[in-house]
């Protein structure tokens, strides 16, 4: 799951908004930094820490989803 | 012609990517940007189509499955023998293959390597000096394994050229925007309704035919599927076109704790076995291959563990020095995106996976039917394609199958589009019902309270996840649990309430996946045999003699979902299984 997004690092260039499958990160227009608004919907699949161009997010290998059981 | 673009975000969010119009003309809409929606897109372009739009609810291209994925990709080359390929293809898919278009795939496969490779792909050679691996549960078939393009690995080196190619063909690209309902016009399609999901704007299309590379359906089980939620395939559904082999629901193993999945059969190559609740291997006393068995077939013999009380927990041994030096000079050298992260993040989290045994379980991963249609990739209803895996071809994949049949499925459906604008000519659309369509598109939103998307994703999982109904499926339990989908589908999808936008995404996607879920039961229901990932513990055995068969889904009277069987045209395919019960 998403874990942080380091708002002295984020430069607002917002990668990480436009390119996460789930829609997990909105800009705060104010700041004009990235936030985390939808964390309930990270998939885990690291895209946004990959893409990052300063490594401000942190993705944590904990799962969150259920499985069969 | 395009419509007023306004950036409509304000400065907030990157505006070369959004962009909201009130209606935008184009003569081919493209709904997805994986490999399937930009080979459309660019096939239709290099066949003279002049105006194609590409709409994805994501990033273009950049939040596909295709550029998550692994990036192996099957091409038969002239010195392959296609014959042996196609055999252990149609072998895996249980017969129920669509043969014409795997000969198809193969046959032109190549030529589409030649063209990666003169827009810059490359593909790292083994240590051993191969650029192919072999396809695993296969014994002849081979994939190219190793992407390379500028400094990208994987699928996200696939995707990138083509996106390149793309871009070059002034092909407009729309990010961010649900495609949430089909318009149609005297019986064709005329284009489609959608909405932004970081604005809620609306923004409808007009088009002279439309590409769906919608991907498939999975419920959020598993890394890199969750934006896959059957959008394609309700809105073929509504549009008039029949579906099929919607009872087939892929399945993988992973760990239940960590972001740690999709490995499993490249390790038990190497050495690593499946444990159950008393850290003893299991997979010997129910398939010959042991832990070196497809998959789908781990997965379903976990469930048949777990009816016995054998399990849960599960484990995955990587403990193993075999794997552990595969994984050290081998894996981390060559892996990448994904694949290679999840491995990192745990090492960076102080967790050693090879240390000790892995707690592991099976996972769910997304439905393997689609929209049915003809060698063209049309659907059913005049106007419609389908491309990628929002396209019906078999039930069931090898490695490095998906991505060949992703690409060559656009590389047709783009062509096929352009010869149907060519012979149909323009199309108008229904004011009125372009209204209605915007006004539904919004409709959660307009709702002041109502039932939560997270309640309604929530309470499918826990009809849908259970292994009595995703993986060891009997009559009992898929009437239990079509009866709840229909609970669900009756008394919260009339009421889905969204307060933002993301929400109102979500709740779509929430409508779409309960819809594909009861699919999915139906179908499993009307199937009374075991084939593949249909694996059914009432009746265990493939029925050759009865079940060479589709299961055909389309709307029926009031809405209603009508099923229907198709035998599979074994006489004018060239391979046949010997038709006993086995």
Known sequence: ?69 | MEGNNKDCTGSHVRPKSIKCDDLVETDLLVIGSGLGGLWSALSARDNGVENVVVVDKGAIADSSQSKMCAGATIYCGPRDNADLWLGELVRQQGYLSRQDMVIDMLSTSYARLLRLKSWGLWYKRTPWGSTTLPVGGARHLRMNAMARFKDLGGGSALVAPIKEQVKAGDVRFYSKIMITSLLKNKGRIAGAMGVHRITGKTVGFKAGCIVLATADCGFRNSACIGQATGDGFLLAYDAGARLNNMEFLGSNTGSPQYSLEAFADLAAGYGCKFLNAGKETFMGRYAASADRAEPFRIAQTMADEMEKGNAPPFYLDMTGLRWRLFLKFLYKRNATGFLLRMFEALEEHGVDPTGRPQEWGPLIRTIRGGVRTNMDCMSDSPGLFAAGTAQSVDPAGLNGYSTMRVMWSGERAGRAAAGFLNDIGDTEIDREDLDQKRRDALLPMKRKSGVHPDTVIGRLQNVILPYWVSLRKTEASLRSALAEVESIRYNCLPDLYAHDPHQLVKAHEARNMVLAAEFYLRASLKRNETRGDHYRADFPKTDNKKWLKWINIEKGEAGRPLLSTEEVPLQRYGLQPELKTR
């Open chain 1, 1 to 69: 799951m998403i874990s942080s997004l380091n708002k002295d690092k984020c430069i607002g260039c917002g990668t990480c908004v436009e390119i996460c499958p789930m829609d997990v990160f909105r800009m705060n227009p104010s700041s004009r930094q990235a936030e985390i608004a939808y964390s309930e919907d990270c998939q885990t699949c690291y895209q946004c820490e990959l893409e990052c161009p300063i490594t401000a997010i942190e993705v944590d290998p904990l799962r969150g989803v259920a499985r069969p059981n």
